[in-house]
């Protein structure tokens, strides 16, 4: 079984400050993750996705992650906000079975001037 | 490509109401699924396919029947709709690809539709 949890229901940046969002997982299984943005009534894009290629994903807007075994994190970061980030995001995990997908319950970003 | 289509994009129903949600993709993936969204709860599966005439339940099936009689489309029917039903709904479809020995996919998600049952 596969669980993910995200630390942090709403985040508040500066533009031009780090982002930093948190997901930890749990999984019976070696882990394949993903984290998805979701912008107000839109569905869900995908920004980036860990294949167990290599710890450090790069995706999309500039967001990059972290894949930490030790930790079992997966945390979501970007060096500079932008006001078009402010959005929810969602960390989720597959656990190799196709067209099962467990998510966290998502992390609002807020990008104030 | 169109991509993930679904339709309607906002619907009201009344308890005991029956209605069908449609979804449709063009990108000959073998896999459909069906989430929906409900405040501080994330998303959360209901049943998902694995290609045409196979579906299975996911975490919340109870109350939602599916069917898969094409690769295109998933539709998702409420028998009898209830107020718990309220929620948001997004289809998704996707591929199946292999790394370190396993299979897992990348999913496509629909624009979702809005449902309120009163």
């Known amino acids: 079984a596969q669980s993910v949890t995200q630390l942090g229901s709403h985040v508040s940046v500066s533009e031009g400050a780090l982002v930093l969002l948190r997901c930890n997982y749990s999984?019976?299984?070696?882990?394949?993750l993903f984290w998805y943005v979701q912008y107000p009534n839109q569905g869900l894009q995908l920004l980036l996705k860990?294949?167990?290629?290599?710890?450090l994903v790069k995706g999309i807007n500039g967001f990059e992650a972290e894949f930490k075994k030790s930790e079992t994190s997966f945390h979501l970061t970007k060096p500079s906000a932008h006001m078009s980030d402010a959005a929810e995001y969602f960390c989720?995990?597959?656990?190799?079975?196709?067209?099962?997908?467990?998510f966290g319950t998502g992390t609002r970003l807020q990008v104030t001037l | 490509n169109a991509g993930v289509t679904q339709t309607p994009k906002f619907q009201v129903l009344k308890t005991g109401q029956s209605m069908t949600l449609q979804c449709a993709q063009d990108?000959?993936?073998?896999?459909m699924s069906w989430y929906r969204q409900d405040p501080g709860m994330g998303l959360r599966l209901i049943h998902y396919?694995?290609?045409?005439?196979?579906?299975d339940q996911g975490e919340v099936p109870n109350g939602y029947n599916v069917s898969r009689s094409t690769t295109e489309d998933f539709p998702l029917r409420l028998l009898s709709a209830a107020p718990s039903q309220t929620s948001v709904y997004f289809c998704?479809?996707?591929?199946?690809?292999?790394?370190?020995?396993?299979?897992?996919?990348?999913?496509?998600f629909g624009p979702g539709t809005r449902l309120t049952v009163l």
């Open positions: 998704a479809s996707s591929y199946s690809w292999t790394s370190g020995g396993a299979s897992t996919d990348t999913q496509y």
């Open positions: 999984s019976s299984v070696p882990p394949y």
């Open positions: 860990y294949t167990s290629a290599a710890t």
């Open positions: 989720a995990v597959s656990g190799g079975t196709a067209s099962k997908l467990t």
């Open positions: 990108m000959n993936h073998e896999y």
């Open positions: 396919s694995v290609g045409a005439g196979i579906t």
